[in-house]
């Protein structure tokens, strides 16, 4: 552990182990599901070391995510023992009566930000079953081509015609017997007109066929497992970032109370790869205030920017901030906006007029 026990070193050390954490959780989450899929279409007791291996990675993964978690369980004790005894200063001015509303149940509001972090993890089993479908029928299709390969009845044939594609796959038209067929080729091999291939045929499905090099997989499937693999490994890691952040929010939040502010949301106008999230002018009742940036989510602060001073609820500390307005851009009701603090500390500002 580190010596120093100063905020900005903890957060540090946090932000480390929570990729360190999110890394072998992803890993982890991989080979939890590419074991069972492993075992369903291999013998375990084939002897070929592979799934030793699966298992090796999966517990390694496993014991690391584990531990980061213990760890950031540990800092996350030791940061909120540091900012309660700096009383959210840095972030939040003291608490007053003028912070309540009775417009607006505080307790269900800070119950409803766990809400979202759980519908927020319910996504995370989402794309991870997804990921799971898309390994299921990669290996479904592999399995059937081979199944075909060991089955199915032999024939001498030729290639009639070579259709190769820049974009997309390239078939070939294939001659045998009396009947011609086209194979898609997915293999490096190079065909020419005339080359001799062998042919095999599933005699329970005479339309099942391939080479003994090309599988020809139904394109439909495999595009189809293809789209749930990409969806599936793309979507977990920002589930996952998403579910940590309302977590953290939840929090931050249930420790931290709601301070009544007056805020500008100030969207990004430039352009190009510098843009970023809008920004959230902040003042605060005793006339200090802060910027946050808003945080990606699908509760988004720019539809907020429509009216300027709107007065709004502050909640949570550095990057667990939630910006509370009293009615959301399409329909009557809080609604709440993750938010990052862009500085550590609040800075005086000029002193506004009471709000309520």
């Given amino acids: 552990m580190a010596r120093d026990g100063s905020l900005p070193v903890l957060l540090r050390r946090r932000a480390a182990w929570q990729t360190v954490t999110a890394a072998a959780a992803i890993v982890c989450g991989f080979f939890s599901v590419s074991v069972p899929v492993y075992l369903y279409a291999h013998d375990p007791l084939s002897g070929d070391g592979v799934l030793s291996g699966l298992f090796a990675i999966w517990a390694v993964s496993a014991g690391l995510a584990v531990f980061g978690a213990c760890e ?21 001015p003291p608490a007053d009566a003028a912070d309540r509303d009775r417009r607006i149940d505080f307790a269900a509001e800070t119950a409803g930000l766990r809400r979202l ?29 081979a199944d075909l390969l060991a089955t ?3 024939f001498d044939g030729v290639v009639l015609s070579v259709h190769e594609r820049s974009r997309g796959t390239s078939r070939l038209e294939v001659g045998f017997g009396a009947r011609t067929v086209w194979i898609v080729r997915t293999s490096p091999r190079r065909y020419a007109t005339g080359d001799a291939v062998t042919v095999v045929v ?31 490994f793309g979507g977990a890691p920002f589930a996952v970032v998403a579910a940590l952040g309302w977590w953290r929010r939840a929090r931050a939040v249930a420790a931290t109370g709601w301070r009544v502010a007056t805020v500008d949301v100030v969207p990004d106008r430039t352009r190009g790869r510098n843009r970023h999230l809008p920004d959230i002018h902040v003042r605060y009742r005793d006339g200090t205030g802060i910027v946050l940036r808003a945080a990606r989510s699908l509760h988004r602060a720019k539809p907020m920017a429509i009216h300027t001073d709107r007065p709004a609820w502050i909640g949570g500390w550095g990057s667990g901030m939630v910006v509370l307005f009293p009615n959301g851009p399409h329909r009557p009701g809080p609604y709440a906006i993750p938010a990052t603090a862009r500085r550590a500390r609040r800075e005086r500002s000029q002193p506004i007029s009471p709000l309520m």
């Fill in 202 to 232: 599933d005699p329970a499905d005479p339309e099942r066929v391939r080479t003994t090099l090309e599988p020809n997989d139904d394109q439909f499937l495999f595009n189809t497992t293809v789209v749930l693999l990409v969806a599936g």
């Fill in 152 to 154: 199915g009845d032999r």
């Fill in 72 to 92: 950031l369980g540990f800092l996350a004790r030791r940061i909120r023992t540091v900012v309660t005894e700096q009383d959210f200063a840095a972030w939040l």
């Fill in 117 to 145: 972090a759980r519908r927020a993890s319910a996504l995370v089993l989402i794309w991870v079953a997804l990921a799971g479908a898309g390994i299921t029928g990669q290996v479904g299709l592999e399995r059937a081509a």
